[in-house]
């Protein structure tokens, strides 16, 4: 069952406060008190909408195989949980849940327990929940339905970024801002007081493992080096991003060289060596795995196979959904998800990580840190307008050479239309792209 993009976004705020609603129950259990468990101040959880639309957009095509479906669901799910724990724990220098207590966990982020019961959340969803949603919001006005969304939208956009801006602000007066985050409290000046004061006093309440009343006691310590990209910082994630989509993309190349004895394209974009896929991956890994890089080559092998494989899923549906085509198709391998991914390149993910975070992130982040500081970040915002530019013109030549093989683009053309058919022709673009199946 498809559903359209209007049914996604009621779903996303439906399962948010559904979410909302059953921590909220469970927190009354064992604190026998009402507690707001939410990192914002409505009655949602976006973390469990977010978790629902990822099942709703990547997992209908294992609907088939309960098996996989229920497996799909426990590793996208960890996926969603462990990067929204990080990324958090980056910003506000404080793990927002912690699981270390509960038997088979890793660093507190996730656990088998819960991300079992995700899986099975998805099998429930994809067969009963989402019809039944969807068959309640039919008999509901669109046109009421469209207002009540944007209001919910408008709502949660603001909510969110006003409790950002308000823990911010309690990190500002007690010095413990970071590279990420400086800027943003400037603009956390009209959110002191109460309503920080307010914020600060449900944090404490939710989430236990905030501390938010020890927030900041330990000074920074120290006066900022005066170095370029320094740690797991904006600039230094940017600078391995297009380090590693030009490694990636002439690794590949050489992979398929040896392996097939073709010489092909494995770029992302129509300029330039570079797999975006690759780079997203690298930087990801790097913000994920930066706290753990002194650990066992097994336990980097073990997280980056398993993050390695989910991220691929993931970037596989979101490019068909995009761009109509599917770049990679791994259905003639063993042990494979859907074509999209199989356990031999998750392994490859693995092996990837630890040569990374071992070998390879050491010595390009000293490199990088080399830099001049004026110097570094002028190159950095030079490569990231390009990149963007690139991707932007990449996106537009792939969706009108899909026009062209279904027969969508025949008749009057734009001068846009005409400038892509001209400088990027369906010959180009085979070579560019050697592997895309054009799909429905």
């Given at each position: 069952m498809?559903?359209?993009?209007?049914?996604?976004?009621?779903?996303?705020?439906?399962?948010?406060?559904?979410?909302?609603?059953?921590?909220?129950?469970?927190?009354?259990?064992?604190?026998?008190?009402?507690?707001?468990?939410?990192?914002?101040?409505?009655?949602?959880?976006?973390?469990?909408?977010?978790?629902?639309?990822?099942?709703?957009?990547?997992?209908?095509?294992?609907?088939?195989?309960?098996?996989?479906?229920?497996?799909?669901?426990?590793?996208?799910a960890s996926f969603i949980e462990f990067v929204t724990g990080a990324l958090l724990e980056k910003v506000f220098h404080r793990k927002w849940w912690d699981y270390s207590d509960i038997r088979f966990n890793f660093e507190g982020y996730i656990c088998l327990r819960y991300s079992a019961l995700w899986g099975v959340f998805a099998v429930l969803l994809i067969y009963f929940v989402n019809p039944f949603l969807a068959s309640l919001l039919s008999l509901f006005p669109h046109f009421l339905g469209v207002i009540l969304l944007w209001g919910l939208i408008v709502l949660l956009v603001m909510d969110t970024v006003g409790t950002a801006l308000a823990v911010l602000g309690m990190q500002k007066r007690m010095g413990q801002l970071s590279q990420w985050t400086e800027g943003m409290v400037q603009l956390s000046g009209i959110l002191e007081n109460a309503i920080t004061r307010r914020v600060a006093r449900r944090m404490e309440k939710a989430f236990p493992a905030l501390d938010v009343g020890s927030l900041g006691q330990q000074a920074r310590g120290g006066e900022k080096a005066e170095v370029f990209a320094q740690g797991c910082s904006f600039y230094k994630l940017a600078c391995l991003f297009f380090i590693g989509a030009f490694l990636g993309d002439i690794t590949e190349t050489i992979f398929c060289l040896a392996t097939t004895g073709r010489l092909m394209s494995r770029s992302s974009v129509v300029y330039g060596p570079f797999s975006i896929v690759w780079g997203l991956g690298c930087t990801l890994l790097t913000a994920v795995l930066y706290r753990i890089k002194n650990k066992s080559d097994s336990y980097i092998f073990a997280v980056g196979t398993f993050l390695g494989g989910a991220y691929e899923y993931v970037c596989s549906v979101f490019?068909?959904?995009?761009?109509?085509?599917?770049?990679?198709?791994?259905?003639?391998?063993?042990?494979?998800?859907?074509?999209?991914?199989n356990l031999l390149y998750c392994f490859f993910w693995g092996i990837a990580a630890v040569v990374w975070m071992k070998v390879l992130y050491p010595k390009l982040s000293g490199w990088i840190e080399r830099l001049p500081i004026k110097q570094g970040k002028l190159l950095c915002n030079v490569m990231m307008v390009f990149m963007a530019f690139n991707c932007l013109i990449s996106a537009m030549a792939l969706a009108r050479y899909e026009e062209r093989q279904t027969g969508y683009g025949e008749g009057q053309v734009s001068g846009w239309e005409e400038f892509l058919d001209s400088h990027f022709d369906d010959g180009r673009m085979e070579r560019i792209y050697p592997n895309a199946k054009i799909v429905k």
């Open positions: 498809v559903f359209t993009f209007y049914e996604v976004c009621w779903f996303f705020f439906l399962y948010s406060f559904m979410g909302w609603c059953g921590e909220v129950c469970l927190a009354a259990v064992y604190k026998r008190k009402f507690i707001n468990r939410g990192f914002v101040s409505s009655p949602f959880c976006p973390i469990y909408g977010t978790g629902a639309v990822a099942f709703t957009v990547f997992l209908p095509e294992l609907k088939g195989n309960l098996f996989f479906l229920f497996l799909g669901g426990v590793i996208l490019t068909e959904l995009v761009f109509g085509a599917v770049f990679w198709d791994y259905s003639g391998f063993r042990f494979n998800l859907g074509g999209r991914i």
